[in-house]
């Protein structure tokens, strides 16, 4: 009787082993939406996913077709290429009817560029040419937001500095006309589309990269924080593509869902290599990011 019974517990093993591996072999892709496909950081993110077809299905968006063919010639298939501009509400919404995703990562951003025009000290003026931060950060990212379907998971990266109104970057752009400004302020425009997230329901991650390297990335180890905290590193910097794996290890790992935070990384050759996304968070004993501090628009 033992040895029947042994026999059969083998047996229940074995099938259940066949189980999950048919189950892990046939199990359906993630398809993932990557907004600012065009962009540095959008397109790692993009190229990692397309690398990872058993696990993700990635379709980027770029606002303009100069920007799909660019990726074309890259090598990248038409069909994992969409040409929707974010800042058209109803055109984010159409397609996401139209063609349901698990998750949405926003990587798009406005650009500040230099005008031509100098200041009385002999400084460039900075404009946003294709588009500004209310119109890409804020109103753009709502039209993302409020596209996505109810279980849709939303991974964006956005930036420090928020905590801060008075950072340098907010003044890019702005001018003041009768004592009201007018233009600019990015990170608070940003700071508002995270709250709306936040208050959306929707699960979430919000990912603030400190200074953005044009570096190779999984070469250094990187450190999480909260709120601008220079702890754990006196670096302000991380690879971008560094960035990019964090939000793909978002897309991986449960615990990053409904998670705001900041990245940075050390130095090269400072500190242990980051490999375990799965505790990266771990460091932050569950606080998030605190939006009451710095200004929202």
């Excluded at 996401?96 to 500040?112: E, W, Y």
């Excluded at 460039?124 to 998971?153: K, L, M």
């Amino acid at each position: 009787q033992t040895m029947h019974i042994t026999k059969s517990w083998a047996l229940s093993l074995a099938a259940l082993s066949l189980t999950a591996t048919h189950a892990l072999s046939t199990s359906t892709p993630k398809k993932v939406v990557v907004t600012g496909a065009g962009g540095q950081t959008g397109q790692a993110l993009f190229r990692k996913l397309l690398t990872y077809p058993d696990e993700f299905t990635p379709i980027g968006f770029v606002r303009t077709p100069e920007s799909k063919q660019s990726l074309l010639d890259s090598g990248i298939p038409s069909g994992s290429i969409a040409v929707v501009d974010v800042t058209d509400g109803p055109a984010v919404k159409a397609f996401l009817t139209s063609s349901p995703v698990d998750a949405f990562c926003i990587c798009t951003s406005g650009k500040p560029a230099p005008t031509g025009v100098m200041t009385e000290e002999g400084k460039p003026v900075f404009g946003y040419p294709n588009g500004s931060p209310e119109e890409v950060d804020w109103i753009g990212q709502r039209n993302q937001i409020n596209a996505c379907g109810v279980d849709t998971h939303v991974v964006v990266c956005s930036s420090m500095g928020g905590t801060d109104p008075s950072n340098m970057l907010n003044k890019l752009g702005r001018t003041e006309v009768d004592g009201k400004e007018i233009g600019g302020n990015i990170l608070k425009w940003k700071r508002k589309a995270e709250k709306y997230l936040i208050d959306s329901g929707l699960p979430y991650t919000i990912v603030h990269p400190g200074g953005l390297l044009n570096e190779p990335g999984g070469e250094r180890e990187l450190v999480v924080g909260v709120d601008d905290s220079q702890e754990g590193t006196t670096s302000r910097l991380v690879p971008r593509e560094d960035v990019a794996e964090v939000m793909l290890q978002a897309l991986r790992n449960e615990g990053y869902r409904n998670r705001s935070f900041d990245l940075r990384a050390k130095d090269k050759g400072d500190g242990v290599v980051t490999t375990d996304f799965a505790g990266l968070l771990g460091t932050l004993e569950g606080k998030n990011c605190d939006y009451s501090l710095g200004e929202i628009m």
